[in-house]
Each structure stands twice: as structure tokens, then as C-alpha cells.
């Protein structure tokens, strides 16, 4: 069985890009494949965060996903911060990567690479990741576009780890998801739904009520020519909105759109298809805000199954590297 690894960030709330482009695909996985994934608090170090705020988002998200159907039987669902060997395993690498390739990093660069006041833990932050995913011997990471550099730096590191020390690491994949809806920001439908830009009324969010779901999509940015069609290039907002509803109805965009007439029609059956998946999610969520005992007992437990996994690498990387066993 393919072992898949992902991991995301307890940072900003969860929108329907996240949904659809990966959650989605991380409950279908978890049935076939061997799936690990991740809550990387200590990554989110990197925004400096309030530390109650970190906290209550590190919960809020595990909820999240819980109520997204993430199976904490299927799947090993954890904290990063719960299982050390992440942060053990950055060091032998940071001492595998270079200084020359850690400043290259297009995100390092984006976040103020070249002041002098920018943190450590930003410029060390692909390696922290590339931890990630070699302690669990992963096959396959599935990652959005904006990953995929950070994917490569892992695969130099392991490769050159290997090559220096012996067969110690597995060399894993980037995957671009099978299905997934690249979701676009409502409002500038040229760019993606991000959590990182302010986009209120562009951005729904997974927790937002039916009435502001329908408000955003009703306000949504069209075009004037008043034809349905799938076109992102030309239409990028009735692309957009078609997208939503396919992902929304496991339907194929362009043969919805064949189906729809009226700007008014595609809008009110894409708020309502999207209340649809999401009400049950937001139910589901309220019944672990309620029991955030439970939500802590399914963490410990991932942590446990994640730790078991991710130490025996972390001994071999070790030992292989010449450090003495405790
Ligand atoms: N850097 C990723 C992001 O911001 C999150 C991440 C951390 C990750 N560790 C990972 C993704 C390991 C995949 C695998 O989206």
C-alpha cells in the first residue's frame, strides 16, 4: 500500500479551496493508501502567531478535518509538534542542505528573504518540512503549486543524504491530485482562493452560514455577455462558479454548463449545492467543539501511531550520520 503524507498549516481559517483542492482528496485517500497527515503548528511558528490563537487554531483545524471525514481510525491524523524526531530529523538536515538553495526558495524570497530582520525559522522552514515527509518514508505528497519547489529541495536532500550515507530514505512524489477543482478567488476569479490575501467576500470559508455562502456567491464577479459557458480563460468567473458546482455535485463543469441559461440560475444552484455539502461538515464540527477532549484524545493517539513510525527513521538517520545511540 502507497503511503501518502500531507501536511497544513493551523494558520487562517479553512476555505473551499483547501476543501476541494485537498481535503477532499485526503478523505478519498485514506481508504487506499496509507495516510499520514499533519498539523504543522511549528510551522506556523513562522507567522509569529498569538499563542492562544495558535492553540485555538490548532484544534479548530484538527476539528476541521475530522469533520471533513478524516477517519483518526483510517488515517493517523497528529500534531507535528507531538512527535520530536520532526525537529531532530531538521537538524541532520539542515546540515544536509545549503545555504546557497535555502535562499533561492521563491516562498523565502516572497516573504522578505532579503532583510535582514527575517527570521531564521523562515529560511529553514523547507527543510523542517522535508522532516515531514522522509521520516514517514512517503511515497506520495500531495501538494498545491505553491509546494512544489519545497518538494524538490526534500527529493535533493534525500537523494544526497542517501548518496552520502547509505539507503536511508525513500524519494517521494510529488502528486497532483486525481480530481480537485482548482478553486478561484469569487471576487478576482484570475487568482486562486487563498487564505494569505483578504478576500472577504471572494473566500468562502468552510464555517460560513448558509446566508453568507449564498450572499458571496450571488455577489460573485461575472462577465456581461450573459452566456453560459466553460471557459476559464474568457470566463473566468462562470468557470469558476462551474467548477464549484461539479466539485459540489461530483458533476463534469462543462456539461453543466450546457444545462444553464441564466447567470441567476448557475448562482442559485451553486449556493445551494455547496449548503448542501457544507451544513453537514459545520454539524459535524459543532458536535467536536463541543468535546475538545475528544479531538485531544484522537491527537494523542495519531502522535502515538505517528511516533512509532517516524523514530525508527530518525534512529537509522542518526546512527547513519555517526551520532551514538542514547
Ligand atoms: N508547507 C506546506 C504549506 O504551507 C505545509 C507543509 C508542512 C507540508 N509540512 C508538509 C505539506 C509536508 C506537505 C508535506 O502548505
Same mark, same amino acid.
Given at each position: 500500500?502507497?503511503?501518502?503524507?500531507?501536511?497544513?498549516?493551523?494558520?487562517?481559517?479553512?476555505?473551499?479551496?483547501?476543501?476541494?483542492?485537498?481535503?477532499?482528496?485526503?478523505?478519498?485517500?485514506?481508504?487506499?493508501?496509507?495516510?499520514?497527515?499533519?498539523?504543522?503548528?511549528?510551522?506556523?511558528?513562522t507567522?509569529?502567531?498569538?499563542?492562544?490563537?495558535?492553540?485555538?487554531?490548532?484544534?479548530?483545524?484538527?476539528?476541521?478535518?475530522?469533520?471533513?471525514?478524516?477517519?483518526?481510525?483510517?488515517?493517523?491524523?497528529?500534531?507535528?509538534?507531538? #512527535?520530536?524526531?520532526?525537529?531532530?530529523?531538521?537538524?541532520?538536515?539542515?546540515?544536509?542542505?545549503?545555504?546557497?538553495?535555502?535562499?533561492?526558495?521563491?516562498?523565502?524570497k516572497?516573504?522578505?528573504?532579503?532583510?535582514?530582520?527575517?527570521?531564521?525559522?523562515?529560511?529553514?522552514?523547507?527543510?523542517?518540512?522535508?522532516?515531514?515527509?522522509?521520516?514517514?518514508?512517503?511515497?506520495?505528497?500531495?501538494?498545491?503549486?505553491?509546494?512544489?519547489?519545497?518538494?524538490?529541495?526534500?527529493?535533493?536532500l534525500?537523494?544526497?543524504?542517501?548518496?552520502?550515507?547509505?539507503?536511508?530514505?525513500?524519494?517521494?512524489?510529488a502528486?497532483?491530485?486525481?480530481?480537485?477543482?482548482?478553486v478561484?478567488?469569487?471576487?478576482?476569479?484570475?487568482?486562486?482562493?487563498?487564505?494569505s490575501?483578504?478576500?472577504?467576500?471572494g473566500?468562502?470559508g468552510?464555517?460560513?452560514?448558509?446566508?453568507?455562502?449564498?450572499?458571496?456567491?450571488?455577489?460573485?464577479v461575472?462577465?456581461?455577455?450573459d452566456? #453560459?459557458?466553460?471557459?476559464?480563460?474568457?470566463?473566468?468567473?462562470?468557470?469558476?462558479?462551474?467548477?464549484?458546482?461539479?466539485?459540489?455535485?461530483?458533476?463534469?463543469?462543462?456539461?453543466?454548463?450546457?444545462?444553464?441559461?441564466?447567470?441567476?440560475?448557475?448562482?442559485?444552484?451553486?449556493?445551494?449545492?455547496?449548503?448542501?455539502?457544507?451544513?453537514?461538515?459545520?454539524?459535524?464540527?459543532?458536535?467536536?467543539q463541543?468535546?475538545?477532549?475528544?479531538?485531544?484524545?484522537?491527537?494523542?493517539l495519531?502522535?502515538?501511531k505517528?511516533?512509532?513510525?517516524?523514530?525508527?527513521t530518525?534512529?537509522?538517520?542518526a546512527?547513519?550520520?555517526?551520532?551514538?545511540?542514547?
Open positions: 500500500m502507497a503511503r501518502v503524507l500531507s501536511g497544513i498549516q493551523p494558520s487562517g481559517d479553512l476555505h473551499l479551496g483547501n476543501y476541494f483542492g485537498a481535503v477532499r482528496n485526503w478523505v478519498n485517500d485514506q481508504t487506499t493508501k496509507d495516510a499520514f497527515f499533519c498539523v504543522v503548528d511549528l510551522h506556523a511558528l507567522n509569529t502567531p498569538d499563542p492562544e490563537e495558535l492553540r485555538r487554531q490548532s484544534i479548530q483545524l484538527t476539528s476541521l478535518l475530522l469533520a471533513a471525514g478524516i477517519d483518526p481510525l483510517q488515517s493517523t491524523l497528529f500534531l507535528q509538534s507531538h #512527535v520530536p524526531s520532526h525537529q531532530q530529523l531538521a537538524w541532520i538536515l539542515e546540515c544536509t542542505a545549503t545555504y546557497g538553495e535555502l535562499r533561492r526558495m521563491t516562498q523565502f516572497d516573504k522578505g528573504g532579503d532583510q535582514e530582520t527575517v527570521r531564521v525559522g523562515l529560511f529553514t522552514y523547507p527543510v523542517l518540512m522535508a522532516s515531514d515527509i522522509l521520516l514517514y518514508q512517503a511515497d506520495e505528497v500531495p501538494v498545491g503549486d505553491d509546494q512544489r519547489q519545497h518538494l524538490e529541495l526534500t527529493r535533493e534525500a537523494q544526497r543524504f542517501n548518496n552520502r550515507y547509505g539507503q536511508i530514505f525513500k524519494v517521494p512524489n502528486t497532483i491530485p486525481a480530481v480537485g477543482a482548482r478561484m478567488d469569487l471576487q478576482h476569479p484570475e487568482r486562486k482562493m487563498s487564505k490575501v483578504a478576500s472577504p467576500l473566500t468562502i468552510l464555517l460560513d452560514a448558509p446566508s453568507e455562502i449564498e450572499k458571496k456567491v450571488k455577489k460573485a461575472t462577465d456581461t455577455d452566456m #453560459v459557458r466553460f471557459d476559464p480563460q474568457l470566463k473566468p468567473g462562470i468557470a469558476n462558479l462551474l467548477s464549484l458546482l461539479a466539485a459540489a455535485t461530483d458533476g463534469d463543469p462543462k456539461v453543466l454548463a450546457d444545462s444553464y441559461q441564466r447567470y441567476g440560475d448557475l448562482k442559485r444552484d451553486t449556493s445551494e449545492a455547496l449548503v448542501a455539502i457544507l451544513t453537514p461538515l459545520q454539524e459535524r464540527y459543532e458536535e467536536f463541543r468535546d475538545p477532549a475528544q479531538v485531544l484524545a484522537i491527537l494523542k495519531g502522535a502515538e505517528a511516533r512509532s513510525v517516524a523514530e525508527v530518525y534512529a537509522s538517520a546512527d547513519a550520520v555517526g551520532l551514538i545511540a542514547p
